[in-house]
């Protein structure tokens, strides 16, 4: 794989990983609970425009106790407030108080009566402590009622906020609806119930409630700008008038003394003051009457979501540059975080964990993984940069020589009357050294044509055999300096190579002139050129210094020396190899490398034979 490639790969595997850890992250307890604050967050944030309560309360509060006798006392009074109640044409009457037991039986006779009297009566029941069935009114109370209701609420299991409601509650077959459901059907007619796996319609309303999802509905309880006007029990019967309040309204009967109620829960407003559950299905009720449903997105919409983030800023990483790729992560970042609000302001809850840890994770991890690419980048140019500074110093440095031999000789003629002899001496001398200078100013444009693609390669057949004997020839003085010795026993008579004569000459050359520098005096370099099934195979091996792996990775890079050569004392520019490379992909062919530290190297151009055997041996 290239690199780049190999890099955008981890890249990505890095983003599919914090996607993954989000989504993990999100399922836990700690996701859920963010998901919990910030649902309160946004249901204190978005207010639905106001409306006129339906309901009305009929609270038993602490000054309706204390004048009653408590809890125990409250039959006579509640009889005497639901005859005054009645008298106004309440739409129906919800009773939060579960009349389970005896009192005295004149009273509950009195109670009766009223409740007899009372149209569209929902009495509240609850499941026995052991959900194996109900509690319900006494009998006598239950015959006046037209529905019994049940009180639970479904606090959450993290923080014991009520949010939702169950609309339904069963003990075996014995099902009852939630006492708010059963007011609402009633104060609406009557109307039928009719069941579906995901909702519930009440006469045309239809409200989300899974049945898998337990029947909940969660509450949209009334903001501050809507107030569910409350009676005291007291006050209504020290002043009658006060009936009126409850004409055609829906009454919700029950003790509002936080002392005296047990049934009290914390919700998305209440900052730390509970709700009393008369309260509490008051407002489940007002969210049925003003179809106030908060929906919860299906989880696959918010998976998509979430993989689309994460999926837009990897995007955004790797193909922008850092400051605008900063710019667009951070609105990605904002869409994230305001998606959950505009759906819940379309009355959809959606999740706020999932999308916002999946964003962050993978800004964080694109963000530095890009910056780190980039210091990298940074980091290899200006190494690439001091190269390539120490080459021309090099190469500047080289010029000088042939230069300077020509200087002096031209001047050295110009001035001087030499004999014939002596001035074709030096003319021979300036001819060589401006030749010299030629090739090496050759070689330095040819680098730059190759790497830039423009140097047209000639397409050629020659013996290679020829070729290296050549190559040979021209290393042979390098090569007696150091008494190497060049074994060219290996080469096989036939082998011919097709492409550009001179670059491969070039190629070859290198690295018999590389093989020679880099090993100690009195060694020997091998030559070896073979033809195996499709490939021709030449290779040059030595005694030298060596390289390590991580060495061999790099040679061919662009003014790389190894720190061996560099102690070598033997000059060079490190650009040598990636010439030879350039040259070699030109062809088509490869070069492999096998080579130890202390021990030798060896060199081997893979050529793809483009003249078939048979042809060759004719030839
Ligand atoms: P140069 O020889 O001018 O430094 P090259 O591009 O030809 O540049 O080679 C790059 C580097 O590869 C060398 O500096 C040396 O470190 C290493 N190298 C090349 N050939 C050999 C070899 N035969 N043995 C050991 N090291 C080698």
């Known amino acids: ?63 309706s106790l204390n004048a009653y006798g408590g809890v125990p006392g409250l039959r006579k009074p509640l009889a005497e407030a639901l005859e005054l109640i009645d008298a106004a044409a309440p739409k129906a009457v919800a009773v939060d108080i579960i009349l389970a037991d005896r009192t005295d039986p004149k009273i509950d006779a009195r109670l009766e009566q009223a409740l007899h009297a009372t149209a569209n009566l929902v009495l509240a029941c609850q499941l026995l402590p052991d959900d194996s069935g109900w509690e319900d009114p006494l009998p006598i109370f239950r015959a006046q009622a037209a529905e019994l209701g049940h009180v639970h609420a479904e606090p959450d299991e993290l923080d014991s906020v009520g949010r939702s409601i169950p609309l339904e509650k069963a003990a075996g077959h014995d099902r009852r609806w939630a006492l708010s459901l059963a007011a609402y059907r009633l104060s609406r007619g009557g109307a039928q119930i009719i069941e579906s796996p995901r909702d519930l319609n009440v006469g045309g309303v239809v409200i989300p409630s899974t049945f898998a999802g337990g029947r909940l509905m969660r509450i949209r309880y009334a903001p501050p700008s809507v107030k569910i006007p409350r009676v005291s029990m007291k006050d209504l019967l020290d002043h009658p008038g006060l009936a009126s309040w409850f004409k055609g309204k829906v009454v919700f009967a029950g003790v509002t003394s936080q002392i005296a109620a047990k049934d009290w829960l914390f919700t998305p407003y209440s900052a730390g003051r509970p709700m009393v559950g008369v309260e509490i299905h008051a407002n489940a009720f007002e969210t049925i009457a003003q179809g106030l449903f908060i929906r919860d997105a299906p989880p696959w919409t918010v998976l998509a979501f979430s993989l689309l983030l994460v999926v837009a800023l990897g995007v955004t990483y790797s193909r922008l540059r850092p400051l605008a790729a900063n710019g667009l992560g951070a609105a990605i970042l904002v869409t994230a975080h305001v998606t959950p609000y505009w759906f819940f302001t379309h009355r959809i809850f959606f999740s706020f964990a999932t999308p916002v840890s ?21 980091r290899l140019s200006e190494a690439d940069r001091d190269r390539y500074r120490q080459t021309i110093h090099f190469v500047t440095h080289e010029m000088r020589t042939p230069l300077t031999a ?68 021209r290393a042979l003085p390098l090569a007696e300096r150091k008494q190497i010795r060049i074994l060219t026993a290996a080469l096989a008579e036939d082998l011919v190579l097709a492409g550009d004569r001179e670059l491969m000459e070039y190629a070859f050359y290198n690295l018999l002139t590389n093989a020679i520098k880099y090993s100690p005096p009195r060694t020997q370099v091998t030559l070896a050129a073979v033809r195996k099934h499709d490939h021709s195979y030449i290779s040059v091996e030595d005694q030298g210094i060596g390289m390590d792996q991580k060495e061999v990775k790099k040679i061919f890079q662009k003014f790389y020396r190894t720190k061996r050569a560099e102690q070598s004392g033997e000059v060079g520019t490190g650009i040598g190899l990636s010439i030879v490379e350039q040259i070699i992909t030109q062809h088509s062919g490869t070069i492999e490398v096998m080579s130890r530290p202390g021990q030798g190297s060896r060199f081997t151009i893979v050529l793809p034979a483009s003249v078939p055997a048979a042809v060759v041996k004719q030839s």
């Not at 890095?14 to 859920?32: D, E, M, R």
């Not at 001496?425 to 050759?442: C, H, T, V, Y």
């Not at 390669?457 to 055999?465: N, Q």
């Open 358 to 378: 999946a964003a962050w994770l993978s800004l964080i991890t694109a963000g530095s993984y890009q910056f780190l690419i980039v210091r990298r980048r940074l």
């Open 406 to 473: 020509i200087q002096g000789s031209s001047e050295m003629m110009s001035r001087y009357a030499l004999p014939e002899q002596k001035r074709k001496q030096i003319a021979d001398l300036i001819n060589a050294e401006s030749k010299r200078l030629g090739r090496m100013i050759e070689m330095f444009l040819n680098v730059e044509r190759l790497s830039a693609g423009q140097m047209e390669l000639k397409k050629e057949t020659f013996s290679a055999r020829e070729l290296l004997a050549a190559c040979v020839q």
């Open 1 to 63: 794989m290239q690199p780049a490639a190999r890099q955008n790969a981890i890249y990505w595997a890095l983003l599919a990983a914090a996607f993954a850890v989000a989504l993990t992250a999100s399922w836990t307890s700690f996701g859920a609970q963010i998901d919990n604050d910030a649902y309160d967050t946004m249901f204190r944030l978005y207010q639905p425009p106001p409306w006129q309560p339906q309901s009305i309360l009929l609270a038993i509060d602490d000054r």
